[in-house]
Structures are given as structure tokens and as C-alpha cells.
């Protein structure tokens, strides 16, 4: 189990453009792809030789270097929260930075909830929320944090993501799920939750032939999470990266869920904002605490 309170924040957003992003994590530059970037690079930063370039204009979108020649890679670091980066033939690298926004946030609703919280993390990818609940909350009697993912290959990284970060084995309840059958096998057991984290794909295919899209099954998803909140939940944090969905309607369907008022929800454009260069929109939050 590593200390990870001896190092400092080392991702830095340089630029975008041309449906591209420039980022370093530890001093190493990294190239992917930014759809939503139509317009053209900062003349003031650099994009000269990056160490890690994903070409998805290709017929084969790859990594340059190739992934088989890639030996070593720095970890992301953010506070005491430590990540594992690794190329994935799709262009991610393993974590979101711009959901340090709702990181911070996290930790500031489990300080002041001032009580034990069980919260669950769906759609849980690598554990960055996870992690970050999980260091927050401590080793408080009685609150648990659940990570759920559909990937077990996503769950087993972000055990390591755990064991980096500092946290025992116990710190975090790793679940290998379909998101609506536990969220139907939770409510059959009376089990209930204090917060809850989403951050749903825009679509996704699982085992089964069984699709995921965002637009047509947030609601009936929101609704079963609607049946696990205890009466007094924390807080309910629901982001996304789909560019159909507005603040709008996740305030909307957050308000809907919670039966509360519109201006108790709070929304943000998850934004990745550089010194330099151009910042890129990449998502967007409604966000509700108690």
C-alpha cells in the first residue's frame, strides 16, 4: 500500500483544437481525441513531439508509440488520490480530470455531513469517486462506499487505483454488475444509501445484446435509485459526457428524482480550463446536497 501524500498534483491541460487535447500528466505530453474542440490550437502552446499520440483519424485508430513498445507510464496524481494510466485502444487513458470539480465537492458534503454515509458509485470506471469518498469518509463506523461497474477489467484496475492511493482492501465494496439488476436486487434486500454518484456513457452495449442509451434510460434508472436513497439522503451527484443532454435535463430529472425544488440543484459545465491554450468542455453536473 503506497503513501500517496508525498506527492503533488501533476496533471496539467495544455490546449485543444482540431478535435484534439493536449495534456501533461508528470511532465509527459499526451495527444487524444476532443470532438467537440472545432476550432484551432492556441498559437501559444506547443504541440510540437508528444511522447503519447492517439490517432483516431486513422482507418485503425492507434497510439504512437504502439501500445506494445509502451513500457512504463506516469501516475495521475491528485491530492492523495493516485491513478494508474494506461493506453486503451479507444483513446482513454483511465481517468477524467475534470471531474476534480466534483471531487472537491464530494469532499466537502461527507465533511459537513457530519454522520457515517453508505454511498454508491455506479458507472464507476477506474474509482476516482470511489477513492475519493472512500479517503474522505475514513474509517468511519457504519458508512461504506460501493463501486459498481459493468467492466470487471475496469473494477480490477481500480482496485489497484485503491492500493496506490493509499486505502486497505476493506476501504471500498467492489460490485462486477449490470447497474439496473443491482439496483433491482438492492431494493428487493431493503438495502438503502446516504449519496449517490452517476456518471453514465452515452451509450453502452452489455452482456446479453442488452443496450444502454443515456437519453432513453436515464429515467427509469433514476427512478430505481430513487428506491434506495434513505429518507434523508446526503447528496446525489449526476454527471455526463453525452453532448444531447443539457444541464437542463439532468436538473430536470435530478429535481424529478428527489422531488425537490429546481433551485436546490446546483449544475456545472465540467470544464478542463488552461493557462495557455484554449479550456475544453468536457461534460457537464447537476449536483444535490442536503
Not at 485543444?16 to 493536449?22: F, T, V, Y
Not at 475514513?138 to 467492466?151: F, I, N, P, Q, Y
Not at 439496483?183 to 438495502?191: A, S, T, V, Y
Amino acid at each position: 500500500m503506497e503513501n500517496p501524500s508525498s506527492h503533488k498534483d501533476n496533471y496539467l491541460f495544455l490546449d485543444c483544437g482540431d478535435q484534439k487535447r493536449l495534456e501533461s500528466i508528470d511532465g509527459k505530453t499526451f495527444v487524444r481525441q476532443a470532438p467537440q474542440a472545432n476550432y484551432s490550437p492556441s498559437p501559444k502552446v506547443s504541440w510540437t513531439s508528444p511522447d503519447y499520440e492517439f490517432n483516431s483519424a486513422q482507418k485503425s485508430p492507434s497510439w504512437t508509440p504502439p501500445l506494445n513498445a509502451v513500457k512504463t507510464l506516469p501516475d495521475f496524481h491528485c491530492g492523495t488520490l493516485v491513478m494508474e494510466i494506461r493506453l486503451s485502444e479507444n483513446g482513454q487513458i483511465g481517468v477524467y480530470p475534470e471531474q476534480k470539480l466534483n471531487w472537491d465537492w464530494l469532499n466537502k458534503v461527507i465533511a459537513n455531513a457530519q454522520r457515517p454515509l453508505r454511498i454508491l458509485n455506479g458507472f464507476a470506471y477506474t474509482g476516482g469517486s470511489s477513492i475519493v469518498c472512500a479517503q474522505a469518509l475514513g474509517k468511519t463506523d457504519h458508512s461504506e462506499v460501493c463501486h459498481l461497474d459493468a467492466s470487471s477489467s475496469a473494477v480490477n484496475w481500480a482496485k489497484i487505483n485503491r492500493d496506490k492511493s493509499g486505502l486497505p482492501d476493506d476501504s471500498i465494496r467492489f460490485i462486477v454488475d449490470d447497474i439496473r439488476r443491482f439496483l433491482e436486487r438492492e431494493i428487493r434486500r431493503g438495502k438503502f444509501y446516504d449519496g449517490v454518484i452517476l456518471d453514465p456513457p452515452a451509450f453502452g452495449r452489455a452482456k446479453g445484446g442488452k443496450t444502454w442509451v443515456l437519453k432513453r434510460d436515464l429515467s427509469s434508472l433514476m427512478d430505481l435509485c430513487r428506491q434506495i436513497l434513505v429518507p434523508n439522503p446526503a447528496f446525489f451527484l449526476l454527471s455526463c459526457h453525452d453532448p444531447e443532454m443539457s444541464k437542463g435535463d439532468l436538473e430536470q430529472i435530478l429535481a424529478e428524482t428527489l422531488k425537490a425544488e429546481k433551485s436546490e440543484i446546483e449544475t456545472i459545465d465540467l470544464t478542463l480550463n488552461s493557462h495557455a491554450g484554449n479550456s475544453l468542455p468536457n461534460g457537464i453536473a447537476a449536483r444535490w446536497r442536503a
